[in-house]
């Protein structure tokens, strides 16, 4: 399978892909040439040299001022990613990549792990959701990518697997929030979950009906599918681990399949792209399953997500209600709009009862975190502040734009509330990603909940760090990969970690 992705036979006439630094491109082109078209070997300039096949990719990184960006540095990612909108819809589909060795001054691992994200970069620039399209528009179906003689040594079994393990979660991950809402919808995305992973030996596969939440007394994810003619759902996926467990991680994911807001409805314009609102827990799919792909050794994963329609009606949940949550703490609406983190709070909750070692969720949760941080940006947020700065260490080795945000308790207080114990709004309406990450640190902290059905013998506090990828879940082509729609970001570097950490 994942020759599909990377070969090491030559393929005949194909187009030659060459990595070149400053110092190197005068291998292949003289300095005359060069001066007269501009090119000097940065990082993402590009030329074609038709009569001998070669394309040059520069791979030089220099700011232009002192900065404290740590992202604003040279990433083999889009370096790929610009070689896929090089050749565009042209005719060539035959790549060669060689010279790695020769340009980078690393040692052996690091090449290897450059040449993989050089790779799944040029491969997922190349993908494109076009299952509407009449034109086939995704033109990695047909490419075709070898490694050249030098550089073959890099290519090792292990690398090809993890490159397909990605590629297969990423490529999930973008499709699931790519696909319009009427298509992915609580129901459909069960049959979604059993094509994806069923086939995995290491996986187990549960799937809540609205009955079986209902029972359980998820009011959360019940109240906000109200309005819905969707029956709401929430998956739970096992991936046992080959050896004996040493860990469990929890993935909880935001599955809102389409945000209309609900009662507090959104204008039109802002109604628009809400199909990515379960980014959250397509992360999460996608992360599952390129873990599932790869066999943990140690590390038990559960990733958890509610699959949730949020509509207005006759029957939806009003501002003003009051709902008792799973973990038994109450929750007054003040805004229906705001429903991401009711959803989570059951899906959370449900976590710990699982007494994982640490729990993520990631979800496309306020408009806030894109306004302060950006649309490129992840805001991570954590209830332990070492779990949290490790955590975005990883993001930053992937060069997948992540900034820490430290949750200030001095909000806390703001979201207390007069007729329930918290609000789902935080009253202070500054830094509403933080007021967010704040209202869901309660669902991980046992020591709050008050639901006696859930028998819990002894209390205690998750250590959890969030993901609000509001604005980097999906954006029009200011990406990595410069393509329009979702972005995929996150999947690399939480399958990094996990990795990372599975011993
Ligand atoms: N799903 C949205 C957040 C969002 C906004 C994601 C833009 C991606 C792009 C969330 O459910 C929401 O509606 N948040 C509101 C909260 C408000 C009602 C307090 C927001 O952030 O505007
Ligand atoms: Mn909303
Ligand atoms: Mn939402």
């Given at each position: 399978?994942?020759?599909?992705?990377?070969?090491?036979?030559?393929?005949?006439?194909?187009?030659?892909?060459?990595?070149?630094?400053?110092?190197?491109?005068?291998?292949?082109?003289?300095?005359?040439?060069?001066?007269?078209?501009?090119?000097?070997?940065?990082?993402?300039?590009?030329?074609?040299?038709?009569?001998?096949?070669?394309?040059?990719?520069?791979?030089?990184?220099?700011?232009?001022?002192?900065?404290?960006?740590?992202?604003?540095?040279?990433?083999?990612?889009?370096?790929?990613?610009?070689?896929?909108?090089?050749?565009?819809?042209?005719?060539?589909?035959?790549?060669?990549?060689?010279?790695?060795?020769?340009?980078?001054?690393?040692?052996?691992?690091?090449?290897?792990?450059?040449?993989?994200?050089?790779?799944?970069?040029?491969?997922?620039?190349?993908?494109?959701?076009?299952?509407?399209?009449?034109?086939?528009?995704?033109?990695?179906?047909?490419?075709?990518?070898?490694?050249?003689?030098?550089?073959?040594?890099?290519?090792?079994?292990?690398?090809?697997?993890?490159?397909?393990?990605?590629?297969?979660?990423?490529?999930?991950?973008?499709?699931?929030?790519?696909?319009?809402?009427?298509?992915?919808?609580?129901?459909?995305?069960?049959?979604?979950?059993?094509?994806?992973?069923?086939?995995?030996?290491?996986?187990?596969?549960?799937?809540?009906?609205?009955?079986?939440?209902?029972?359980k007394?998820?009011?959360?994810?019940?109240?906000?599918?109200?309005?819905?003619?969707?029956?709401?759902?929430?998956?739970?996926?096992?991936?046992?681990?080959?050896?004996?467990v040493k860990q469990k991680v929890c993935?909880?994911?935001?599955?809102?399949?389409?945000?209309?807001?609900?009662?507090?409805?959104?204008?039109?314009?802002?109604?628009?792209?809400?199909?990515?609102?379960?980014?959250?827990?397509?992360?999460?799919?996608?992360?599952?399953?390129?873990?599932?792909?790869?066999?943990?050794?140690?590390?038990e994963?559960h990733?958890?997500?509610?699959?949730?329609?949020?509509?207005?009606?006759?029957?939806?949940?009003?501002?003003?209600?009051?709902?008792?949550?799973y973990s038994g703490q109450?929750?007054?609406?003040?805004?229906?709009?705001?429903?991401?983190?009711?959803?989570?709070?059951?899906?959370l909750t449900y976590a710990t009862l699982l007494d994982p070692d640490y729990i993520?969720?990631?979800?496309?949760?306020?408009?806030?975190?894109?306004?302060?941080?950006?649309?490129?940006?992840?805001?991570?947020?954590?209830n332990d502040?070492?779990l949290?700065?490790?955590?975005?260490?990883?993001?930053?080795?992937?060069?997948?734009?992540?900034?820490?945000?430290?949750?200030?308790?001095?909000?806390?207080?703001?979201?207390?509330?007069?007729?329930?114990?918290?609000?789902?709004?935080?009253?202070?309406?500054?830094?509403?990603?933080?007021?967010?990450?704040?209202?869901?640190s309660h669902f991980v902290d046992q020591n709050l909940f008050r639901n006696e059905d859930l028998e819990i013998e002894e209390k205690k506090a998750y250590p959890w760090?969030?993901?609000?990828?509001?604005?980097?879940?999906?954006?029009?082509?200011?990406?990595?990969?410069?393509?329009?729609?979702?972005?995929?970001?996150?999947?690399?570097?939480?399958?990094?970690?996990?990795?990372?950490?599975?011993?």
């Amino acid at each position: 399978m994942a020759e599909y992705l990377v070969s090491t036979q030559s393929h005949e006439n194909a187009l030659r892909v060459v990595p070149v630094s400053k110092e190197t491109y005068t291998k292949y082109i003289t300095e005359d040439v060069a001066e007269q078209y501009g090119f000097k070997g940065t990082y993402k300039q590009t030329f074609l040299l038709p009569q001998e096949q070669t394309l040059l990719v520069g791979v030089t990184h220099e700011s232009q001022a002192k900065n404290a960006d740590p992202f604003d540095t040279q990433n083999p990612y889009q370096l790929g990613a610009v070689v896929a909108r090089t050749l565009g819809k042209g005719k060539v589909k035959t790549l060669e990549v060689t010279g790695v060795t020769e340009v980078l001054e690393e040692d052996e691992e690091q090449q290897r792990e450059w040449l993989l994200r050089f790779l799944l970069g040029l491969h997922q620039a190349a993908w494109h959701y076009d299952a509407y399209l009449s034109e086939d528009k995704s033109p990695r179906k047909e490419l075709a990518v070898s490694v050249g003689e030098v550089d073959r040594h890099l290519v090792t079994k292990e690398m090809s697997d993890k490159l397909y393990a990605l590629n297969s979660g990423i490529t999930l991950t973008r499709r699931i929030i790519d696909t319009p809402p009427e298509d992915m919808n609580p129901n459909s995305i069960q049959g979604e979950v059993y094509n994806e992973l069923n086939d995995y030996s290491n996986v187990e596969i549960d799937i809540f009906s609205e009955e079986q939440l209902r029972n359980k007394g998820m009011n959360g994810i019940l109240t906000v599918g109200r309005g819905s003619r969707w029956e709401s759902t929430m998956i739970h996926a096992t991936i046992k681990p080959r050896g004996e467990v040493k860990q469990k991680v929890c993935l909880v994911g935001k599955g809102i399949t389409y945000d209309s807001g609900g009662l507090d409805i959104k204008y039109a314009g802002l109604m628009k792209g809400m199909k990515s609102d379960l980014g959250g827990a397509a992360t999460m799919f996608g992360t599952t399953k390129a873990l599932a792909e790869l066999e943990l050794e140690h590390t038990e994963i559960h990733w958890i997500s509610p699959f949730v329609e949020n509509m207005p009606s006759g029957s939806s949940y009003k501002s003003d209600d009051v709902i008792r949550t799973y973990s038994g703490q109450t929750v007054e609406i003040i805004n229906t709009d705001a429903e991401g983190r009711i959803i989570l709070s059951d899906a959370l909750t449900y976590a710990t009862l699982l007494d994982p070692d640490y729990i993520v969720d990631a979800a496309t949760l306020t408009g806030s975190a894109m306004r302060s941080l950006t649309e490129y940006a992840t805001g991570l947020m954590a209830n332990d502040k070492e779990l949290g700065m490790d955590a975005v260490r990883t993001f930053e080795e992937e060069k997948e734009t992540t900034i820490y945000v430290p949750m200030l308790e001095v909000m806390r207080n703001s979201l207390k509330g007069t007729f329930s114990d918290i609000r789902s709004l935080a009253q202070d309406l500054n830094a509403g990603h933080m007021s967010a990450g704040l209202f869901l640190s309660h669902f991980v902290d046992q020591n709050l909940f008050r639901n006696e059905d859930l028998e819990i013998e002894e209390k205690k506090a998750y250590p959890w760090f969030h993901l609000d990828i509001a604005g980097s879940a999906m954006n029009e082509g200011k990406n990595d990969l410069m393509a329009n729609g979702a972005t995929g970001q996150s999947v690399r570097s939480l399958v990094e970690y996990i990795q990372k950490h599975d011993t």
